[in-house]
């Protein structure tokens, strides 16, 4: 059982570029998020999603999109990377009263 | 929206004490609250959780504590160890995370 899988771990970007940010869980979880960690910082709701075809803002979405088609994954699509954009980035998937978080994407936007 | 906040940012303790991290929040309706532990540079990781109708509970070497009069949890670790050493976050549902709490253990 791999839980929540996250890809890259790492990446560097371009100021302008995109990227999409691949999160997949294996637990048939209906509810899936998306957070960035600043350092020294908690995590921030960026996107969420109750199911598959369903998906809501957090408290910082700009700059970001999500699409959740199937039950298993929620990508995060940055379009134009902006140096604000640089943190960790976690995605987690909801149980029936446990998040499962995957091990982060570190994005850096220079 | 919630409003999550913790009181100490900070806290250092010697292996073998007990720790107690602290955690306010504002929404009184919240129904269950959960305990994560992030290690460095590593995702949250669950430890406990607690229902509203409840004020007490423990786990192994953890307890949690509900008041939700004054809307205050509080986490106790008991003879912490180095292992310890995290940023310990509380969050009502898992979806509102505040600043966080870094317990440092020293030998």
């Known amino acids: 059982n791999a839980g929540v899988t996250q890809t890259p771990k790492f990446r560097i970007l371009k100021i302008g570029q995109s990227m999409t940010l691949q999160c997949t869980q294996d637990m048939n979880h209906n509810y899936m998020y998306w957070y960035r960690q600043d350092p020294g910082m908690g995590l921030k709701l960026i996107y969420y999603s109750v199911g598959a075809g369903i998906t809501d803002k957090g408290e910082v979405p700009n700059g970001y999109n999500v699409s959740r088609s199937t039950t298993e994954d929620f990508p995060l699509r940055l379009e134009l990377a902006a140096p604000s954009q640089t943190s960790v980035y976690f995605c987690?998937?909801?149980?029936?009263?446990?998040?499962?978080f995957g091990q982060g994407t570190r994005l850096t936007v220079v | 929206g919630e409003s999550v906040g913790l009181h100490l940012p900070t806290l250092s303790v010697q292996e073998g004490d007990n720790s107690i991290i602290n955690c306010a929040y504002s929404n009184s309706a919240s129904d269950y609250f959960i305990w994560y532990k992030q290690e460095s540079g590593k995702g949250p990781q669950f430890i406990i959780d607690i229902r509203s109708n409840m004020d007490k509970r423990q786990g192994q070497r953890v307890t949690v504590l509900l008041n939700k009069t004054v809307k205050h949890l509080s986490l106790q670790i008991a003879a912490t160890q180095p292992g310890d050493s995290a940023v310990y976050f509380c969050?009502?549902?898992?979806?509102?995370f505040g600043k966080g709490t870094s317990l440092l253990v020293t030998p």
């Open positions: 969050a009502p549902e898992a979806l509102n």
């Open positions: 987690a998937s909801l149980g029936d009263t446990e998040a499962f």
